[in-house]
């Protein structure tokens, strides 16, 4: 997943120490991956944009969000499906690979998590949102990472 990722950013340097991932076990959550050579990063957006992701499935059971304003990463369970929704946010910034996550796992009650992350203005970010039966199980029909800036 990562090193796709860093394909996406161009920086080759990062794919061997992306190869290991985090535990994403726990509700929420922020790792540095790695440091980066950030000299092929994207040119800097001005304005933040918000994202919204939703899963693969036919009749979609969980959406992520991206909220530019203040850097929020949100999880919402949408379907009484036996799954939790796991949203992820990737970004660059200060030479290193960060990773957040929120679950979503009290079930599709109407609410969504929210992890509030602290992301310099213009930093590109990357959102994906999946399916997971339980913690620690293995995630699926997960979104395409969309991009946006924080
Ligand atoms: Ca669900
Ligand atoms: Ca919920």
């Not at 061997?16 to 800097?44: F, I, N, Q, Y």
């Not at 899963?55 to 304003?69: I, K, L, Q, S």
């Not at 213009?122 to 946006?148: I, P, T």
Request: glycine residues 14%.
């Amino acid at each position: 997943m990562l090193a796709g990722l860093a394909l996406t950013f161009g920086m080759t340097q990062v794919s061997a120490s992306a190869t290991t991932m985090p535990d994403t076990s726990a509700p929420s959550g922020h790792v540095v991956l790695g440091a980066v050579d950030e000299s092929s990063s994207r040119d800097l957006a001005i304005y933040g944009s918000n994202e919204t992701a939703y899963t693969t499935d036919a009749n979609p059971g969980g959406r992520g969000v991206f909220e530019h304003y203040g850097e929020h990463l949100k999880a919402c369970d949408i379907q009484g499906d036996g799954n939790r929704a796991v949203a992820y946010l990737y970004w660059v910034e200060g030479g290193y690979e960060h990773l957040a996550w929120q679950h979503d796992a009290d079930g599709a009650n109407g609410n969504c998590k929210d992890n509030n992350l602290s992301i310099g203005e213009g930093v590109y970010v990357e959102l994906q949102v999946c399916l997971r039966d339980g913690a620690n199980g293995a995630d699926k029909w997960c979104s395409s990472w969309q991009g946006a800036t924080a």
